[in-house]
Nanobody, 115 residues
Framework: VQLQASGGGVVRAGGSLRLSCAGS????????MGWYRQAPGKQRGFVAD???????GYAEPVKGRFTISRGSGENTVYLQMNSLKPEDTGVYYC??????????WGRGTLVTVSS
């Protein structure tokens, strides 16, 4: 399984970005797809996830501003990010958890929010 994240870039505070994560290979029996991020000098932390039946979860700092969604198939996940803040800056990584397989990670896409 390979995951490719895209959609990062530079945006001013208050702006929006939409991240995409497309998976290739054998993706099925998905339990979760989601996003983590890593700010400069910090550990990677949870941002949002979505289950196979569409249940979503968010980290407190992004609730009400970010929305995670799935594509029509099992291999795509999106992260709509609104009202971005400088503290949202970091590398965003997508992942997929499938039954009986270890978690697979994408390479990450850089989001920079300027003040």
């Amino acid at each position: 399984v390979q995951l490719q994240a895209s959609g990062g870039g530079v945006v001013r505070a208050g702006g929006s970005l939409r991240l995409s994560c497309a998976g290739s290979g054998s993706i099925s029996r998905v339990n979760y797809m989601g996003w983590y991020r890593q700010a400069p000098g910090k550990q990677r932390g949870f941002v949002a996830d979505i289950t196979g039946d569409g249940t979503t979860g968010y980290a407190e700092p992004v609730k009400g501003r970010f929305t995670i969604s799935r594509g029509s198939g099992e291999n795509t996940v999106y992260l709509q990010m609104n009202s971005l803040k400088p503290e949202d800056t970091g590398v965003y990584y997508c992942y997929v958890d499938m039954t009986s397989y270890p978690r697979s990670w994408g390479r990450g896409t850089l989001v920079t929010v300027s003040s």
